[in-house]
């Protein structure tokens, strides 16, 4: 409109396109890096024909399918994000996190024992994503979920022990299984030839009687009058009349001893 009341006009339509509304999902957000493989589902609601995708996986790689797998070359976090663009322009994206894991190292270390003695078991795994959890199969139908158990075995012998690490998922886990072993114990006896001695310089014979279910024996005697042998089955005169406390000591090749006296 002008000063002197002289007016014009004009009509345009202008229409305005929705956007697309843009969802996806992914089947697991959390995998091993051995073998992981992301499956990424598109739910967009697109408005319009023709709209196109464009993936970012975070590590450089894209890709504009609708629906998309992807493979992870590297441990760490990740954010994909999907933008679409119909027809007419208009664009919307959205994102969410992944995350490729490292498989756990499995390891312990421990020292074989005696038996009667438990067996602490020292957990060596190595594992970068904090929780870890732990299993522990250390006999039939014995299991432990610590992480460095101490366990009490029955009986000698070997058994295989193993340790699972798995930090979570499942399909992320390693196992390892070592031979422990129980030595024997002996068992130390031993008769003298007499209890009640006559007389001084009249000699005593103790006899050996100590076994060991595996493994060979050597022997540690202490006659009580500061008088010692190593000898199997030994002989042995007491200078002076008296009560003396003898002890024998029977010790494996393993280190496994037992104490009579």
């Known amino acids: 409109t002008t000063s002197n009341g002289c007016f014009d006009s004009t009509v345009q339509t202008v229409k305005a396109y929705p956007k697309p509304i843009v969802r996806f999902k992914v089947d697991r957000d959390r995998q091993c890096g051995s073998g992981n493989l992301f499956v990424f589902t598109d739910s967009t609601i697109q408005y319009g024909t023709q709209t196109k995708f464009n993936w970012n996986f975070g590590d450089g790689i894209f890709s504009n399918q609708q629906n998309v797998r992807h493979t992870y070359t590297n441990y760490g976090k990740y954010s994909v994000v999907l933008r679409a663009t119909n027809i007419y322009g208009c664009a919307d994206e959205d994102s969410l996190k992944v995350e490729v894991i490292s498989k756990p190292d499995a390891g312990f270390d421990f020292k074989d024992t005696c038996e009667g003695y438990p067996i602490h078991f020292s957990n060596t795994t190595i594992d970068t994503t904090n929780f870890v959890k732990y299993e522990w199969l250390l006999e039939s139908g014995i299991t432990s979920n610590k992480r460095d158990p101490k ?55 103790f006899t050996n009687k100590s076994i060991i279910d595996s493994g060979s024996l050597t022997y540690e005697w202490s006659f009580g009058d500061s008088v010692g042998s190593t000898d199997k089955d030994p002989s042995h005169t007491y200078g002076q009349p008296g009560d003396y406390q003898v002890k024998l000591v029977a010790s494996s090749d393993k280190g496994c001893k037992d104490t009579m006296s």
């Open 151 to 205: 366990h009490l075995f029955n009986s000698s012998g070997i058994r295989n022990v193993c340790l699972i690490a798995d930090n979570g998922i499942g399909t992320c886990q390693d196992t390892i299984c070592q031979k422990v072993e129980v030595y024997s114990v002996p068992n130390a006896m031993f008769t003298p030839s007499s209890n009640n001695q006559c007389g001084q310089n009249k000699a005593i014979v």
